[in-house]
């Protein structure tokens, strides 16, 4: 089992700046990849980015290439996103999750993870 607990979020201008946290607990952090997604109200739960196992792949969603960052640092099984020139669309809860050490390869479906966070609330003002 692992648990997963975001951190991060809060109000922003448009163009601003928000790093947020995932910490994981239960099972070694270096054994899955993990990634975030975001659902804006009435919308879908959708894909933003996704970081291999030992932290060398990584690829994003094409709305958020050049302003987001993902990133990890499995000594404090941690994994963040840097979140930079924040636009209004960006607002939404993001969730961080975890694929369980199912695979190799990285997952960019819902469906290809077994654990996620509560959630963690961005919004950006115009």
């Known amino acids: 089992q692992v648990q997963l607990v975001e951190s991060g979020g809060g109000l922003v201008q448009a163009g601003g700046s928000l790093r947020l946290s995932c910490a994981a607990s239960g099972r070694t952090s270096n054994t899955y990849n993990m990634a975030w997604f975001r659902q804006a109200p009435g919308k879908e739960r959708e894909f933003v980015a996704v970081i291999s196992r030992g932290g060398g792949r990584s690829s994003y969603t094409d709305s958020v290439k050049g302003r987001f960052t993902i990133s990890r640092d499995n000594a404090k099984n941690t994994v963040y996103l840097q979140t930079n020139s924040l636009k209004p669309e960006d607002t939404a809860v993001y969730y961080c999750?975890?694929?369980?050490?199912?695979?190799?390869?990285?997952?960019?479906?819902?469906?290809?993870?077994?654990?996620w966070g509560q959630g963690t609330q961005v919004t950006v003002s115009s």
């Open positions: 999750a975890a694929d369980g050490g199912r695979f190799s390869e990285l997952g960019y479906r819902i469906a290809d993870y077994d654990y």
